[in-house]
């Protein structure tokens, strides 16, 4: 076990001075946990494979998941990719610095270490400035996945970050809550057409404006085993609480029933339940751990409070969550992906009856 400093750095007026120190232990090899606009990420330097390595063991992270590098100018990016397409000059001249990450051709300056014995490279340039000051005094290319211990919701505070990596990393920089609140957009430029390999912020309109025909992998969609999402990360049982989920479907009126008869059935049986309502409807809960995740109307405050409700359940140590669906027509599947994945795909239909 090490010493975790915890250090505060204000976005708008940052001390360069807690920068430098967090530069130097990236440069030496060491662990700093960052914050990004998406979540916070669990930064060391890409280009050295010991470097790497250590990531992999602080969250508990299967090593055959690849790691996105984060880089702080466009011009980095010829380093770390044999080729250039034009979609990826279009799109980082479109939605750089912020939650867009590309995949690539890899250079031999990439460690397999890095990709997780993958020849293609994911690379970001993250909306944040104090992820992109870190990521300049830490060398200009920084491996950095969700701060998160593998298999937990992401990080959207410092406090989360130090709730899993407390003794395992030498410094966290709590920058608050971060914007966005969940990862960002995947898309792989190696295929012939762009195909989106994890929805996210940058919805697939906003990526065909910019480049034409985009895809999105079937296997994102899918139920565990029936077709391998193409991001090794995807096919793990990510973002999870603690506690059993269930999404509930149908219509509003349903749903609140349907939730409400199950709360009933699971407490009687002993069990603690949690419940994700909405503004406009959590008042129709009668009884359980109620949470608002936020409005309908905003899609952007329901993907910033997801991951934060998903661990005060695990806090509060509830045995069963039942959540509602979201439309979120603005970033398509984003939310719902996040929300299938922490309940494992576990959907109760509310309009059937019985
Ligand atoms: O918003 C974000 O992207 C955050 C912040 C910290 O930047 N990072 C993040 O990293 O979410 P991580 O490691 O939790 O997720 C990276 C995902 C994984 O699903 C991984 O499999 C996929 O990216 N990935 C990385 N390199 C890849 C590659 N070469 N080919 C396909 N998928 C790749
Ligand atoms: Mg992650």
Redesign the pocket.
């Known amino acids: 076990m090490q010493t975790t400093v915890v250090r505060k750095i204000d976005e708008s007026n940052i001390d360069l001075q807690v920068i430098r120190q967090a530069g130097r232990i990236l440069q030496s090899g060491g662990l700093v946990a960052f914050p ?7 930064g060391a330097d890409a280009l050295q494979a010991q470097a790497a390595a250590k990531i992999y063991q602080a969250k508990g ?1 299967p090593s055959d ?4 590098i ?1 880089i702080c100018c466009f011009e980095d990016i010829k380093k770390i990719v044999t080729h250039i397409p034009q979609a990826a000059v279009r799109l980082a001249d479109a939605f750089w610095p912020g ?1 867009l ?1 590309m ?1 690539l051709p ?1 250079s031999e300056a990439v460690p397999y270490e890095t ?2 014995g ?5 690379v ?1 340039m ?1 909306a944040n400035r104090t ?1 992109l000051a870190l990521i300049r005094e830490g060398g200009g290319y920084i491996a ?5 211990t593998s298999g937990r919701p ?1 990080p959207t505070l410092a406090e989360h970050v130090y709730e899993d990596l407390k003794g395992k990393v030498p410094l966290i920089l709590d920058g608050g809550a971060v914007g ?1 609140g ?3 957009t ?1 898309i ?1 430029l ?1 295929e012939e057409a762009p195909l989106i ?2 929805p ?1 912020y940058i919805s697939l309109d906003m990526l065909s404006g910019v480049i034409g025909e985009v895809h999105t992998d079937p296997g994102i969609a899918a139920d565990r085993q029936n077709c391998r ?6 096919k ?1 049982r ?1 973002y999870a609480p603690k506690a059993a989920m269930f999404l509930v479907e149908g219509t509003r009126e349903r749903v609140a029933a349907k939730i409400n008869d199950l709360t009933r059935t699971a407490m009687r049986k002993g069990k603690k339940v949690g419940i994700i309502g909405t503004e406009e409807t959590a008042g129709d809960y009668e009884q359980g751990y109620v949470v608002s995740i936020g409005s309908r109307q905003e899609e952007e405050e329901i993907a910033h409070n997801l991951y934060r409700i998903l661990r005060e359940f695990d806090e509060s140590d509830v045995d069963i969550i039942y959540s509602e669906c979201f439309e979120t027509p603005r970033m398509g599947q984003a939310i719902s992906n996040r929300m299938l994945k922490a309940a494992g795909h576990q959907v109760i239909e509310a309009d059937e009856s019985g």
């Open positions: 990004t606009e998406t979540v916070y990420g669990l992270r998941n690849p790691l996105i984060h939650p990450t995949i890899k990709t997780g993958m020849d293609t490279v994911a970001r993250p992820a950095a996945p969700s701060a998160n992401s966005i969940i990862e960002s995947i792989d190696t390999l994890r996210g999402p193409k991001a090794p990360g995807m793990y990510h």
